[in-house]
């Protein structure tokens, strides 16, 4: 593959994007062409990982790989991806669970030819792994942009997902896990970071692969797309026991502690039982969750999330966790879950994310690390660091998206490698520093043990001489717009459930 496409993801996800436009000439729905296409790209990287220098055993039945189909054209192509996608849908482990239920919905054999050169004439194993995520984040972003719809806002920003990684600093031979995983973003970063990190012998290297990592996802689509992320990254026995499961991980208490959770439960504060139904199609009611194991009973999901992380992890595990700002200062429930939180666990650093930065608009949201600790009377967390890093900063999708290195100042400050020695940029001196510690004595005294928390001074509008670019206030605006937007159609579609 040429360099550029390597220097360029945005290259990748447009041409991908091209893709698109013949089967949406075919009449196919938006999510009827990414599952058709993704179906494709992973025909044809499964065939690049079989052959030099990887030799992968991808599972795969002779007569039914990207070379027995990619030379053939009209009714012939046709019938042998169809042929292709029912033999698939019938094997065991994780490749069975990707083409479960797998058709063609490509109707006209010419386009399905058009598609399968398309993607032929790319080396897809040749990207790096952060270039294949980019790729169906990049669809799920361009087509929230042509239809407003906000898709992909379950999807983490990669720069975040890998600094919470390298915060955590995950272990070889330490189960990895994410109760609503997405596309698997987390796994791959933590996969890149233990091989990286490690040297590792061959137990440690067979537990990476088939019992490091276990998640749970809700949404059909983007289960399989875990599953296929995973399985192109060699995680999982392709033969054995899958590592995700689909459905809704609040329903029950976890079968299994672990020593880790990476994780971003999706927006929305209302918890939900959700079911997918003979099409697909993911349906839902309104639900309370009243388990044992949590502390209290709420319907806000996150709320809810952070309960079931704490019975999911193990009495020396540790999580990081992205959640809204009601769950740092919502009543009731919400007080009731943070004075359990700072009791039972070492609530040690909460990162303020900046806004700009989700698919969905005008989400403040926060990453909150925390250790749980064996059961005792004593207060375990004894003080809470918080990096402010949302105070005049900001970031667009299109134009100013955030990077990498825009997190390397919190990691230095975390100090993962020993987070006990830390020093404050707070002072008297520099009151404008992001990085500041708070008592738990301090904090508890606070109505509402409200950890929504700020001190840095906010320039807003009124400092002329640090105006944001016109881009930026555009896109702020809209932001705000759709945001209002939402906002009025989930109360218009509570008043017509009322209504009824």
Same mark, same amino acid.
């Given at each position: ?10 290259? &990748? ?6 893709? %698109? ?18 179906? /494709? ?37 046709? =019938?042998?991806?169809?042929? #292709?996608?029912? $033999?698939?849908? #019938? ?16 109707? $006209? ?84 970071? &233990? ?14 692969? *088939? ?38 991980? /609040? ?23 959700? %079911? ?8 839902? *009611? ?53 004075? $359990? ?29 925390? *250790? ?27 134009? =100013? ?41 301090? &904090?508890?005294?606070? *109505? ?48 017509? $459930?009322?209504?009824?």
């Amino acid at each position: 593959m040429p360099a550029s496409d390597k220097e360029h993801p945005t290259t &990748i996800v447009n041409k991908v994007w091209a893709m %698109c436009n013949p089967l949406r000439d075919d009449g196919l729905s938006y999510g009827d062409y990414l599952e058709q296409l993704t179906y /494709l790209i992973f025909l044809k990287m499964s065939d690049e990982y079989s052959r030099p220098p990887y030799n992968r055993d991808t599972g795969i039945p002779a007569g039914y790989t990207w070379a027995d189909m990619n030379t053939l054209q009209g009714k012939e192509l046709e =019938h042998q991806y169809e042929n #292709t996608l029912e $033999k698939l849908g #019938t094997c065991t482990g994780i490749l069975g669970m990707i083409f479960k239920k797998a058709a063609n919905k490509i109707s $006209k054999a010419a386009i399905l030819y058009r598609v399968v050169q398309m993607i032929d004439r790319e080396t897809w194993s040749a990207m790096a792994s952060d270039v294949k995520g980019e790729i169906y984040e990049g669809l799920l972003q361009k087509n929230a942009d042509d239809t407003k719809s906000g898709a992909g806002q379950y999807f983490t920003p990669r720069p975040l997902i890998k600094a919470m990684v390298a915060a955590m600093r995950p272990e070889p031979l330490k189960t990895v896990a994410d109760p609503c995983c997405g596309s698997g973003g987390f796994f791959l970063a933590a996969q890149e970071f &233990i091989a990286n990190t490690y040297t590792l012998n061959a137990t440690q290297k067979k537990f990476l692969k *088939d019992k490091q990592f276990r998640g749970n996802e809700l949404v059909a689509t983007t289960f399989k797309m875990a599953l296929m992320n995973l399985y192109l990254h060699n995680i999982g026995d392709i033969y054995g026991e899958i590592p995700l499961q689909q459905g809704d991980s /609040l329903l029950k208490e976890p079968d299994t502690k672990v020593d880790y959770v990476l994780t971003n439960p999706p927006f929305g504060k209302k918890s939900t039982i959700s %079911c997918t139904n003979e099409e697909g199609e993911t349906e839902e *009611d309104g639900l309370v969750y009243n388990r044992s194991d949590f502390w209290t009973t709420t319907n806000n999901k996150q709320l809810n999330f952070v309960q079931h992380i704490n019975s999911m992890l193990k009495n020396t595990g540790k999580a990081a966790v992205v959640l809204p700002d009601n769950v740092l200062f919502e009543g009731d429930a919400g007080e009731i879950i943070r004075k $359990k939180l700072l009791q039972t666990c070492d609530l040690h650093t909460i990162l303020r994310l900046p806004t700009g930065i989700f698919y969905k608009p005008g989400v403040k949201a926060n990453v909150l690390f925390y *250790d749980k600790k064996p059961a005792s009377s004593e207060m375990q967390t004894k003080e809470v660091w918080i990096y402010d890093f949302r105070t005049n900063v900001h970031f667009t999708l299109k134009n =100013h998206p955030m990077k990498d290195e825009d997190l390397a100042d919190f990691l230095q400050c975390y100090n993962p490698t020993n987070r006990h020695e830390r020093t404050e940029t707070y002072s008297a001196e520099n009151p404008n520093g992001r990085w500041r510690k708070f008592t738990v004595e301090e &904090i508890l005294q606070r *109505d509402k043990t409200d950890l929504n928390i700020t001190w840095v001074k906010d320039q807003g509008l009124a400092d002329l001489d640090n105006l944001p670019e016109p881009e930026e206030l555009a896109d702020d605006i809209m932001e705000n717009l759709q945001n209002a937007l939402q906002s009025f159609a989930e109360l218009q579609a509570d008043l017509q $459930k009322m209504d009824k």
